[in-house]
Protein backbone atom coordinates (compact mmCIF):
# COMPACT_ATOMS: atom_id res chain seq x y z
CA UNK A 1 0.00 0.00 0.00
CA UNK A 2 1.42 3.06 -0.82
CA UNK A 3 1.93 6.53 1.77
CA UNK A 4 0.17 9.15 1.75
CA UNK A 5 2.61 12.59 1.47
CA UNK A 6 0.44 15.04 3.27
CA UNK A 7 3.38 18.46 3.81
CA UNK A 8 4.15 20.77 1.23
CA UNK A 9 7.72 19.79 1.20
CA UNK A 10 6.67 16.16 0.42
CA UNK A 11 3.54 17.27 -2.37
CA UNK A 12 6.58 19.98 -3.80
CA UNK A 13 9.08 16.30 -3.94
CA UNK A 14 6.51 14.80 -5.43
CA UNK A 15 6.85 16.92 -8.95
CA UNK A 16 10.20 17.13 -8.69
CA UNK A 17 10.80 15.03 -11.55
CA UNK A 18 13.87 14.46 -13.80
CA UNK A 19 13.55 15.98 -17.25
CA UNK A 20 14.38 13.69 -20.40
CA UNK A 21 16.73 16.38 -21.52
CA UNK A 22 17.66 19.90 -20.66
CA UNK A 23 15.97 20.76 -24.30
CA UNK A 24 12.19 18.80 -24.66
CA UNK A 25 12.59 19.38 -28.31
CA UNK A 26 14.72 16.30 -27.72
CA UNK A 27 14.32 12.89 -26.14
CA UNK A 28 16.87 10.95 -24.62
CA UNK A 29 15.98 7.43 -23.02
CA UNK A 30 15.70 7.54 -19.22
CA UNK A 31 16.62 5.18 -16.74
CA UNK A 32 13.94 2.88 -17.20
CA UNK A 33 14.22 3.21 -21.34
CA UNK A 34 17.52 2.10 -20.61
CA UNK A 35 16.31 -1.20 -18.88
CA UNK A 36 13.87 -2.12 -21.39
CA UNK A 37 16.84 -1.52 -23.99
CA UNK A 38 18.94 -3.88 -21.97
CA UNK A 39 16.78 -6.48 -20.74
CA UNK A 40 13.48 -6.51 -22.53
CA UNK A 41 11.99 -8.55 -25.53
CA UNK A 42 10.91 -5.69 -27.92
CA UNK A 43 8.94 -5.10 -31.11
CA UNK A 44 11.05 -4.00 -33.83
CA UNK A 45 13.79 -2.37 -31.45
CA UNK A 46 13.80 1.11 -29.41
CA UNK A 47 11.05 2.84 -31.96
CA UNK A 48 8.55 0.65 -30.19
CA UNK A 49 9.44 1.47 -26.52
CA UNK A 50 6.05 3.50 -24.98
CA UNK A 51 7.22 7.17 -24.18
CA UNK A 52 4.95 9.79 -22.53
CA UNK A 53 6.78 12.99 -21.86
CA UNK A 54 3.60 14.39 -19.55
CA UNK A 55 5.98 14.96 -15.85
CA UNK A 56 9.36 16.29 -18.12
CA UNK A 57 6.58 18.84 -20.01
CA UNK A 58 5.79 19.45 -16.22
CA UNK A 59 8.84 20.18 -14.43
CA UNK A 60 9.37 22.44 -17.31
CA UNK A 61 6.32 24.11 -16.41
CA UNK A 62 7.12 24.41 -12.56
CA UNK A 63 10.69 26.04 -13.94
CA UNK A 64 8.90 28.17 -15.83
CA UNK A 65 6.16 29.31 -13.68
CA UNK A 66 7.03 29.39 -9.60
CA UNK A 67 3.67 30.11 -8.73
CA UNK A 68 2.70 26.50 -10.30
CA UNK A 69 3.90 24.48 -7.47
CA UNK A 70 1.25 26.04 -5.09
CA UNK A 71 -1.55 25.09 -7.77
CA UNK A 72 -0.35 21.81 -7.57
CA UNK A 73 -0.02 21.78 -3.61
CA UNK A 74 -3.76 23.39 -3.27
CA UNK A 75 -5.45 20.21 -5.84
CA UNK A 76 -3.68 17.79 -3.84
CA UNK A 77 -5.05 18.83 -0.41
CA UNK A 78 -8.50 19.12 -2.09
CA UNK A 79 -8.30 15.25 -3.15
CA UNK A 80 -7.03 14.01 0.36
CA UNK A 81 -10.07 15.96 1.68
CA UNK A 82 -12.47 14.11 -1.03
CA UNK A 83 -10.56 10.75 -0.75
CA UNK A 84 -11.10 10.79 3.03
CA UNK A 85 -14.85 11.96 2.78
CA UNK A 86 -15.41 8.85 0.26
CA UNK A 87 -14.00 6.55 2.42
CA UNK A 88 -16.21 8.10 5.45
CA UNK A 89 -19.22 7.82 3.64
CA UNK A 90 -18.45 4.49 1.72
CA UNK A 91 -18.49 6.37 -1.66
CA UNK A 92 -21.14 8.71 -1.44
CA UNK A 93 -20.89 12.23 -1.42
CA UNK A 94 -23.55 15.02 -0.54
CA UNK A 95 -24.44 18.75 -1.16
CA UNK A 96 -22.51 20.68 -3.46
CA UNK A 97 -20.50 17.32 -4.42
CA UNK A 98 -22.87 15.11 -5.63
CA UNK A 99 -22.29 15.41 -9.09
CA UNK A 100 -19.82 13.18 -8.52
CA UNK A 101 -21.70 10.52 -8.04
CA UNK A 102 -23.20 9.96 -11.22
CA UNK A 103 -21.99 9.54 -14.60
CA UNK A 104 -19.73 12.47 -16.09
CA UNK A 105 -19.55 13.16 -19.66
CA UNK A 106 -16.35 14.98 -21.11
CA UNK A 107 -16.81 16.55 -24.42
CA UNK A 108 -13.61 16.29 -26.61
CA UNK A 109 -12.68 18.49 -29.38
CA UNK A 110 -10.04 17.26 -31.43
CA UNK A 111 -7.88 19.41 -32.78
CA UNK A 112 -5.93 17.38 -36.35
CA UNK A 113 -2.77 19.26 -37.68
CA UNK A 114 -1.13 17.18 -40.41
CA UNK A 115 1.42 17.80 -42.91
CA UNK A 116 0.43 14.38 -45.24
CA UNK A 117 -2.18 13.10 -46.06
CA UNK A 118 -2.03 10.04 -43.52
CA UNK A 119 -1.45 12.67 -40.53
CA UNK A 120 -4.86 13.85 -41.62
CA UNK A 121 -6.51 11.18 -39.97
CA UNK A 122 -10.10 10.25 -40.90
CA UNK A 123 -13.39 10.86 -38.82
CA UNK A 124 -13.54 7.20 -38.77
CA UNK A 125 -10.25 6.35 -36.70
CA UNK A 126 -11.35 9.72 -34.41
CA UNK A 127 -14.36 8.18 -33.52
CA UNK A 128 -12.80 4.57 -33.05
CA UNK A 129 -10.52 6.24 -29.94
CA UNK A 130 -13.58 8.11 -28.25
CA UNK A 131 -14.98 4.27 -28.48
CA UNK A 132 -12.10 3.21 -26.64
CA UNK A 133 -12.47 5.86 -23.82
CA UNK A 134 -15.69 4.92 -23.09
CA UNK A 135 -14.81 1.35 -22.95
CA UNK A 136 -11.85 2.23 -21.05
CA UNK A 137 -12.99 4.55 -18.28
CA UNK A 138 -16.24 1.84 -17.66
CA UNK A 139 -13.94 -1.02 -17.44
CA UNK A 140 -16.20 -2.10 -20.31
CA UNK A 141 -13.28 -3.32 -22.51
CA UNK A 142 -12.84 -6.73 -24.18
CA UNK A 143 -9.69 -7.77 -21.89
CA UNK A 144 -12.13 -7.01 -18.88
CA UNK A 145 -14.69 -8.94 -20.50
CA UNK A 146 -12.04 -11.73 -21.10
CA UNK A 147 -10.83 -11.84 -17.37
CA UNK A 148 -7.58 -11.33 -17.86
CA UNK A 149 -6.75 -9.38 -14.94
CA UNK A 150 -5.19 -11.22 -12.19
CA UNK A 151 -7.35 -12.47 -9.37
CA UNK A 152 -5.16 -10.52 -6.78
CA UNK A 153 -6.32 -7.47 -8.88
CA UNK A 154 -9.64 -8.18 -9.36
CA UNK A 155 -11.35 -6.51 -7.11
CA UNK A 156 -9.86 -3.62 -7.48
CA UNK A 157 -11.21 -2.83 -11.12
CA UNK A 158 -12.78 0.39 -11.45
CA UNK A 159 -15.57 1.33 -13.65
CA UNK A 160 -14.61 5.10 -12.88
CA UNK A 161 -18.61 6.68 -14.32
CA UNK A 162 -16.47 9.01 -16.79
CA UNK A 163 -17.71 8.74 -20.48
CA UNK A 164 -17.04 11.31 -23.34
CA UNK A 165 -18.41 12.45 -26.50
CA UNK A 166 -16.92 13.98 -29.58
CA UNK A 167 -17.94 17.65 -29.66
CA UNK A 168 -15.81 18.94 -32.49
CA UNK A 169 -12.74 18.28 -34.60
CA UNK A 170 -11.00 20.90 -36.58
CA UNK A 171 -8.54 20.57 -39.22
CA UNK A 172 -5.16 22.19 -39.99
CA UNK A 173 -2.74 21.87 -42.75
CA UNK A 174 0.99 23.18 -41.65
CA UNK A 175 4.30 22.21 -43.53
CA UNK A 176 5.79 21.69 -40.07
CA UNK A 177 6.91 17.88 -39.69
CA UNK A 178 7.30 17.19 -36.10
CA UNK A 179 5.89 19.56 -32.81
CA UNK A 180 7.92 18.60 -30.30
CA UNK A 181 6.52 19.14 -26.75
CA UNK A 182 6.80 22.51 -25.93
CA UNK A 183 2.50 23.02 -26.96
CA UNK A 184 3.10 25.26 -30.38
CA UNK A 185 0.50 23.22 -31.84
CA UNK A 186 -1.59 24.40 -29.24
CA UNK A 187 -1.75 27.97 -30.73
CA UNK A 188 -2.86 29.27 -34.14
CA UNK A 189 -0.12 31.81 -34.32
CA UNK A 190 2.48 29.10 -34.31
CA UNK A 191 0.64 27.22 -36.80
CA UNK A 192 -1.57 25.05 -34.75
CA UNK A 193 -4.49 25.67 -33.28
CA UNK A 194 -5.99 27.08 -30.14
CA UNK A 195 -7.43 26.00 -27.49
CA UNK A 196 -11.46 26.17 -27.05
CA UNK A 197 -13.14 26.36 -23.98
CA UNK A 198 -10.45 23.88 -21.91
CA UNK A 199 -13.07 24.46 -18.78
CA UNK A 200 -15.75 22.92 -20.74
CA UNK A 201 -13.95 20.64 -23.18
CA UNK A 202 -11.09 18.41 -23.40
CA UNK A 203 -9.03 19.38 -25.43
CA UNK A 204 -6.65 16.67 -28.03
CA UNK A 205 -4.39 17.64 -30.63
CA UNK A 206 -2.92 15.08 -33.08
CA UNK A 207 -0.35 15.69 -34.58
CA UNK A 208 3.13 14.02 -35.32
CA UNK A 209 4.93 14.83 -31.96
CA UNK A 210 8.09 13.44 -33.02
CA UNK A 211 11.55 12.13 -31.07
CA UNK A 212 9.53 8.61 -30.32
CA UNK A 213 6.88 10.07 -28.39
CA UNK A 214 4.06 8.55 -28.19
CA UNK A 215 1.70 11.44 -26.27
CA UNK A 216 2.27 13.76 -23.24
CA UNK A 217 -0.98 15.74 -21.43
CA UNK A 218 -0.98 18.55 -18.81
CA UNK A 219 -1.49 18.40 -15.35
CA UNK A 220 -4.58 20.30 -13.70
CA UNK A 221 -3.37 23.39 -12.52
CA UNK A 222 -1.82 24.32 -15.26
CA UNK A 223 -2.02 27.30 -18.08
CA UNK A 224 -5.44 27.24 -19.88
CA UNK A 225 -3.71 28.15 -22.84
CA UNK A 226 -2.70 25.01 -23.31
CA UNK A 227 -4.16 22.38 -21.21
CA UNK A 228 -4.92 19.27 -23.09
CA UNK A 229 -3.93 16.26 -24.51
CA UNK A 230 -1.52 15.55 -27.43
CA UNK A 231 -1.26 12.12 -29.33
CA UNK A 232 0.34 11.20 -32.47
CA UNK A 233 -1.80 10.17 -35.27
CA UNK A 234 -0.08 6.85 -35.64
CA UNK A 235 -1.17 6.30 -31.32
CA UNK A 236 -4.79 7.88 -31.74
CA UNK A 237 -7.74 5.35 -32.46
CA UNK A 238 -7.96 1.56 -33.09
CA UNK A 239 -8.34 1.75 -36.61
CA UNK A 240 -7.24 3.87 -39.60
CA UNK A 241 -3.32 4.71 -39.63
CA UNK A 242 -2.38 3.10 -36.40
CA UNK A 243 0.64 1.22 -35.46
CA UNK A 244 1.49 -1.93 -33.51
CA UNK A 245 2.14 -2.27 -30.80
CA UNK A 246 0.17 0.96 -29.94
CA UNK A 247 -2.33 0.41 -32.07
CA UNK A 248 -5.82 0.07 -29.49
CA UNK A 249 -5.75 3.76 -28.22
CA UNK A 250 -4.12 3.10 -24.92
CA UNK A 251 -1.94 6.06 -25.79
CA UNK A 252 -4.57 8.63 -25.49
CA UNK A 253 -6.44 6.63 -22.57
CA UNK A 254 -3.12 6.96 -20.46
CA UNK A 255 -2.82 10.80 -21.38
CA UNK A 256 -6.18 11.60 -19.98
CA UNK A 257 -5.31 9.59 -16.96
CA UNK A 258 -2.61 12.67 -16.88
CA UNK A 259 -5.00 15.51 -17.63
CA UNK A 260 -7.14 13.93 -15.04
CA UNK A 261 -4.42 13.98 -12.59
CA UNK A 262 -2.86 10.42 -12.40
CA UNK A 263 0.60 10.02 -12.41
CA UNK A 264 2.76 6.99 -13.76
CA UNK A 265 1.78 3.97 -11.80
CA UNK A 266 5.03 3.36 -10.77
CA UNK A 267 5.44 7.40 -9.02
CA UNK A 268 8.60 7.59 -11.07
CA UNK A 269 10.89 6.73 -8.22
CA UNK A 270 12.25 4.19 -6.94
CA UNK A 271 10.75 2.09 -3.95
CA UNK A 272 9.96 4.97 -1.76
CA UNK A 273 8.31 7.18 -4.17
CA UNK A 274 4.69 7.33 -4.24
CA UNK A 275 1.72 7.83 -7.07
CA UNK A 276 -0.75 9.13 -4.09
CA UNK A 277 -3.23 6.24 -4.91
CA UNK A 278 -3.17 3.35 -1.86
CA UNK A 279 -4.76 0.13 -4.17
CA UNK A 280 -1.62 0.50 -6.76
CA UNK A 281 1.27 -1.68 -5.48
CA UNK A 282 4.48 -0.43 -4.93
CA UNK A 283 6.86 -0.03 -8.14
CA UNK A 284 10.24 1.40 -8.74
CA UNK A 285 10.52 1.27 -12.39
CA UNK A 286 8.00 1.19 -15.69
CA UNK A 287 7.52 -1.96 -16.93
CA UNK A 288 7.36 -2.73 -21.63
CA UNK A 289 6.24 -4.71 -23.87
CA UNK A 290 4.03 -7.81 -22.38
CA UNK A 291 5.25 -8.57 -18.92
CA UNK A 292 4.45 -12.04 -17.37
CA UNK A 293 2.25 -12.18 -14.12
CA UNK A 294 3.44 -11.63 -11.34
CA UNK A 295 6.34 -9.22 -12.42
CA UNK A 296 8.03 -8.16 -8.49
CA UNK A 297 9.41 -4.96 -7.88
CA UNK A 298 9.73 -3.55 -4.51
CA UNK A 299 8.80 -7.02 -2.72
CA UNK A 300 4.89 -6.64 -4.63
CA UNK A 301 3.57 -7.69 -8.02
CA UNK A 302 3.34 -5.17 -10.28
CA UNK A 303 0.07 -3.69 -11.72
CA UNK A 304 1.57 -4.13 -14.86
CA UNK A 305 -2.21 -3.90 -16.63
CA UNK A 306 -2.86 -0.27 -15.13
CA UNK A 307 -3.04 2.15 -18.13
CA UNK A 308 -0.63 3.73 -16.26
CA UNK A 309 2.05 2.06 -16.46
CA UNK A 310 4.68 1.77 -19.86
CA UNK A 311 3.25 -1.58 -21.36
CA UNK A 312 2.04 -2.22 -24.77
CA UNK A 313 -1.95 -1.49 -25.75
CA UNK A 314 -2.91 -5.04 -25.53
CA UNK A 315 -1.36 -5.59 -22.34
CA UNK A 316 -2.87 -2.58 -20.37
CA UNK A 317 -6.86 -2.10 -19.23
CA UNK A 318 -7.50 -1.44 -16.04
CA UNK A 319 -7.80 1.47 -13.34
CA UNK A 320 -7.88 0.96 -10.06
CA UNK A 321 -10.52 2.06 -7.64
CA UNK A 322 -8.19 4.06 -5.81
CA UNK A 323 -7.50 6.34 -9.13
CA UNK A 324 -11.07 6.41 -9.83
CA UNK A 325 -11.35 8.15 -6.63
CA UNK A 326 -8.13 10.19 -7.44
CA UNK A 327 -9.60 11.43 -11.10
CA UNK A 328 -13.33 12.18 -9.54
CA UNK A 329 -12.22 13.95 -6.34
CA UNK A 330 -11.41 17.36 -9.67
CA UNK A 331 -15.08 17.29 -10.58
CA UNK A 332 -16.13 17.79 -6.97
CA UNK A 333 -16.26 21.10 -5.18
CA UNK A 334 -13.52 22.69 -5.16
CA UNK A 335 -11.89 20.90 -7.94
CA UNK A 336 -9.47 21.62 -10.67
CA UNK A 337 -12.09 20.35 -13.40
CA UNK A 338 -15.49 21.07 -11.28
CA UNK A 339 -16.47 23.12 -14.25
CA UNK A 340 -17.24 19.32 -16.36
CA UNK A 341 -19.50 18.12 -13.91
CA UNK A 342 -22.12 21.44 -13.82
Not at 246 to 274: S, V, Y
Request: hydrophobic share 35%.
Amino acid sequence: MKKHLLTALSIALVFGWSCQSDDLQEVVNSEENKLALDGATLHGGAGALKNCASHAVLERQLQENPLLAKKLEAIEAQARVFEEAQRSTNGKISGQAAATNSIINIPVIVHVIYSTSQQNISDAQIQSQINVLNADFSAQNSEIGAGLVPTEFASRVANSEISFSLAQVTRTYSSRTEWGTRDDMKYTSKGGHDVIQPSKYLNIWVCNIGGGILGYAQFPGGNAATDGVVVGPQYFGDTGWVVAPFNKGRTTTHEIGHWLNLRHIWGDGRCNQDDFVSDTPTADRANYGCPKYPTVHCRTNDMTMNYMDYTDDACMYMFSNGQKTRMRALFASGGARQGFAL
